[in-house]
């Protein structure tokens, strides 16, 4: 009985490796190709920048001295020379007409003594002594004046005040901020290169900006300045560039994202997923009949979708642009509308 049972078992392993299925040919890839064309590709240089005010400057108090007028609003328009705010004047005011009536009474004397001296009753050295009085009076005067002007404080130029801090009546410490006054239209834009893309920049050159304030607005401008000395740190160079900004949309101290169009060419162009990358190294299928030819290819910058083919093909020559993660160096493909599919790749 044991013998039998051994035999059954045989008999059944053998027909169960009897019903094994022959190795199947493996599917022929249904690939798309095109020819390669060249196509225009942009060098752009992209970086991001602060915006500066084209001209500003924070006045100060002088002196330690009371406040007596403040003639700005927050934010609102100056013009040139425009008086910001006023300080007690009255012991300077005082000095300067002390000094001079001094002046005028020196004057009158040196006149006298001019006189006297045309007529021969006076000597030059009584003449030369009252011209220096005369002189001394006359600075005092002028310093007196100086002193009163320092305690009205005006706009160097036309511009936008800051938000006040300070009311009349108040007691300042000498170097006490009064008011920032900012000349926002243009406005500048500060920001760094690479220096390898320093080759791709010009003074002149037109420039676009975005801001997140504004991101549906391009704001455009151009390059005024590039700065003659680079960072040894960070390997940049500082560009300056000028936007107009005639209804203060931008404020000094926004961040913007800048663009520059810095040439355009003609070249070789794959899309992206036609290009597939092995270590270092980027490949292509090439084309040759009914199979395909794995081709090493130099790469230049990716744009729109596309990358830009330095080396490796051709124009016109016949590439995989789907399909590409099926192949393999040499297999056999089937194109869309291939009427009778082409011999199968055999498993091994």
């Given at each position: ?136 009076a006359r600075a005092n005067a002028d310093q007196a004046r100086a002193s009163i002007a320092d305690r009205v404080i005006r706009a160097p130029f036309a511009g936008w005040a800051s ?123 090439l084309l040759e009949g009914r199979k395909v030819k794995r081709v090493k290819v130099g790469t230049g910058i990716r744009q729109n979708g596309l990358v830009e083919i330095t080396s ?37």
């Amino acid at each position: 009985m044991r013998c039998f049972n051994s035999l059954l078992l045989t008999a059944l392993c053998l027909a169960g490796c009897s019903d094994e299925k022959a190795p199947r040919a493996r599917s022929v890839a249904l690939v798309e190709v095109a020819p390669i064309r060249a196509t225009t590709f942009t060098d752009a240089v992209e970086a991001v920048g602060t915006a500066v005010a084209n001209e500003q400057v924070v006045l100060s108090a002088p002196v330690t001295e009371r406040i007596t007028s403040i003639n700005f609003t927050d934010g609102g328009y100056v013009k040139k020379g425009q008086v910001i705010a006023t300080m007690a004047i009255a012991t300077e005011q005082a000095e300067l007409a002390a000094a001079q009536a001094q002046a005028l009474q020196a004057k009158q004397q040196l006149d006298r003594i001019q006189s006297l001296k045309t007529r021969g009753f006076a000597t030059a050295a009584s003449l030369d002594q009252q011209l220096a009085l005369s002189n001394a009076a006359r600075a005092n005067a002028d310093q007196a004046r100086a002193s009163i002007a320092d305690r009205v404080i005006r706009a160097p130029f036309a511009g936008w005040a800051s938000l006040r801090t300070i009311s009349t009546g108040a007691i300042v410490t000498a170097g006490t901020a009064i008011a920032t006054v900012s000349d926002i239209a243009p406005i500048k834009l500060d920001f760094t290169i690479p220096e390898t893309q320093l080759s791709l920049i010009r003074e002149g050159q037109a420039i676009s900006a975005r801001s997140a304030a504004w991101p549906d607005r391009p704001f455009n401008g151009t390059i005024a300045t590039i700065d003659p000395v680079i960072d040894p740190s960070t390997r940049a160079v500082r560009v300056r560039a000028i936007l107009p900004n005639a209804d203060r949309a931008l404020k000094p101290g926004m961040l913007l994202t800048v663009s520059i169009t810095a040439r355009q060419r003609q070249s070789l162009a794959l899309p992206e997923l036609a290009v597939v990358g092995d270590g270092d190294d980027r490949y292509a299928y090439l084309l040759e009949g009914r199979k395909v030819k794995r081709v090493k290819v130099g790469t230049g910058i990716r744009q729109n979708g596309l990358v830009e083919i330095t080396s490796g093909l051709k124009a016109g020559q016949q590439v995989v642009t789907e399909g590409v993660v099926k192949l393999s160096d040499g297999v056999t493909v089937r194109l869309a509308g291939d009427k009778t599919p082409p011999p199968s790749n055999k498993a091994g």
